[in-house]
């Protein structure tokens, strides 16, 4: 078992940023990929981005490609995502998710999940 506990969400207006922290207990940390999903209301729970858990590629949805990063600390078993440049419609639950599929987009390859940070950002 994997536990993963988010924070760092908030409200920021548009153009700002945001750190969002995934902490990690149970299970070596450092053997899963790591995703961040998002589910606005309405909508379907959506991808973010995924980091792997050996070399640290990353890989990014389209819609925050060169806005977001996306990192991993083992050490510290957490995860991150950096989101600068920040819009309105980025405004939904953000979810961290661990998975032993590297490379994972879709969140039915995830294995663990956390109970999510809400991230509003106002025009």
């Known amino acids: 078992q994997v536990q993963l506990v988010e924070s760092g969400g908030g409200l920021v207006r548009a153009g700002g940023s945001l750190t969002l922290s995934c902490a990690a207990s149970g299970r070596t940390f450092s053997n899963y990929g790591v995703g961040w999903f998002r589910q606005a209301p309405g909508k379907e729970r959506e991808f973010v981005a995924t980091?792997?858990?050996?070399?640290?590629?990353?890989t990014y949805a389209d819609s925050v490609k060169g806005r977001f990063t996306i990192s991993r600390d083992n050490a510290l078993n957490t995860g991150f995502l950096q989101m600068n440049r920040l819009k309105p419609e980025d405004t939904a639950v953000y979810y961290c998710a661990a998975a032993t599929t590297q490379w994972a987009l879709s969140a039915s390859q995830y294995d663990y999940w956390g109970q999510g940070t809400q991230v509003t950002v106002s025009s």
């Open positions: 980091i792997n858990s050996g070399r640290g590629y990353s």
